[in-house]
Nanobody, 116 residues
Framework: QVQVVESGGGLVQAGGSLTLSCAPS?????????MGWYRQAPGKQRELVAI???????NYADSVKGRFTISRDNAKNTVYLQMNSLKPEDTAVYYC?????????WGQGTQVTVSS
């Protein structure tokens, strides 16, 4: 059974930084085609934040370009989202997702709150 577990969320002041981690289990890490981070703020739809393919290609939402970085550590079977220069509008529940062929798996989410 595939499980996706996020960690690293919390409360931070505007301008601060946080690093989110995502560690899937029950799956061979090298078989994952793409891993990404999404977020959902209250009253809004879930949106893509950043995604990284197994080939190393990355894509970011315009709102986070230059501030967020997605990375993958194959030795630790973990994907990270480094978030710098955080803004109150970054407040949301952040979800890790992974895609294996046609299947997509989601974590339960981790709350990120940025105070002004």
């Amino acid at each position: 059974q595939v499980q996706v577990v996020e960690s690293g969320g919390g409360l931070v002041q505007a301008g601060g930084s946080l690093t989110l981690s995502c560690a899937p289990s029950g799956i061979i890490f090298s078989s994952i085609d793409a891993m990404g981070w999404y977020r959902q703020a209250p009253g809004k739809q879930r949106e893509l934040v950043a995604i990284r393919t197994s080939g190393g290609n990355t894509n970011y939402a315009d709102s986070v370009k230059g501030r967020f970085t997605i990375s993958r550590d194959n030795a630790k079977n973990t994907v990270y989202l480094q978030m710098n220069s955080l803004k109150p509008e970054d407040t949301a529940v952040y979800y890790c997702s992974l895609r294996v062929v046609i299947y997509t798996y989601w974590g339960q989410g981790t709350q990120v709150t940025v105070s002004s």
